[in-house]
């Protein structure tokens, strides 16, 4: 199963100082074309950290997109980092410097062409925006943190590389709510699903909130499956006395 990954990069995303709006967007245009978020992780301006994690995600088959730190600011570390994680040099790539040349004429030099200087290896990520290209490594993706210009470029790459395994797998979702129990009384008919449908997963969202107790209960995966397993579910509430009915939607 192709697992997708997220980076999320920045000093002013850990101190709040900025809110990153990148999660909720991969999820969105994931789940526009059939696919799923599996992972995120958020990392500061910490160059030592930020090769750790690298080197350990280039070492998966994950597809892998990173935002941010690719600037020429001394807060951008992302490019280096990635080179040492790959255990290789970073050089000026000549379709990048091409690209920021074409924008900014003159202006390229002498600060904004190093925003040229890539891992060897990779291959760049047209910027719609002002044509400073990100990069690719394996199935990592490095992009920009602004969002205007990052999230055109991650459609560009699912489309163009991946576009054979959109769709291939449809995940569904579907739940109930049930009223008056307790996560602890539903444990045995979850563990009872899930050893029959092990390629589904099952959930439980506890609402705690003033007023009824009640608990959204439901699968997600495979849409030939899902209704089964619910079917499963909704006669094992039944079974065990509390009232449910079907989430709106579903």
């Known amino acids: 199963m192709t ?43 910490e160059p030592e950290l930020i090769t750790a994690t690298l080197r350990r995600t280039l070492a998966t088959e994950d597809i892998v997109f990173s935002f941010g730190g690719i600037g020429a600011t001394p807060d951008d570390h992302t490019r280096r980092c990635a080179a040492e994680a790959a255990g290789v040099e970073l050089y000026r790539h000549p379709d990048a410097l091409a690209e920021i040349v074409a924008q900014f004429g003159e202006a ?66 579907q739940a109930i709510i049930v009223y008056g129990a307790r996560e602890s009384l539903l444990i045995d008919l979850m563990n009872d699903c ?7 997963k099952v959930f439980s969202l506890p609402h705690l909130g003033v007023g009824e107790r009640w608990i959204e209960l439901g699968v997600r995966g495979d849409k030939q499956q899902v209704p089964q397993a619910m079917q499963h579910l909704k006669q094992g509430v039944s079974a065990l006395g509390f009232a449910w009915e079907d989430q709106a939607g579903n």
């Not at 899930?194 to 589904?200: G, S």
């Open 108 to 173: 390229a030099y002498p600060k904004r062409v190093l925003m040229a200087d890539l891992p060897q290896g990779s291959r760049i990520i047209p910027n719609p925006y002002n044509r400073v290209s990100g990069f690719s490594l394996k199935q990592h993706y490095f992009l920009p943190g602004f969002p205007e210009m990052a999230w055109p470029m991650l459609e560009w790459v699912l489309d163009s590389h991946y576009p054979h395994l959109q769709y291939r797998n449809q995940t569904v979702e």
């Open 3 to 45: 697992h997708f990954g997220a980076i999320i990069i920045g000093d002013e995303i850990i101190s709040a100082k900025r809110q990153d709006k990148h999660f909720a967007q991969v999820v969105r245009v994931l789940s526009k074309r059939g696919l799923e978020l599996s992972w995120c992780e958020y990392l500061g301006d």
């Open 194 to 200: 899930v050893a029959r449908f092990p390629a589904l």
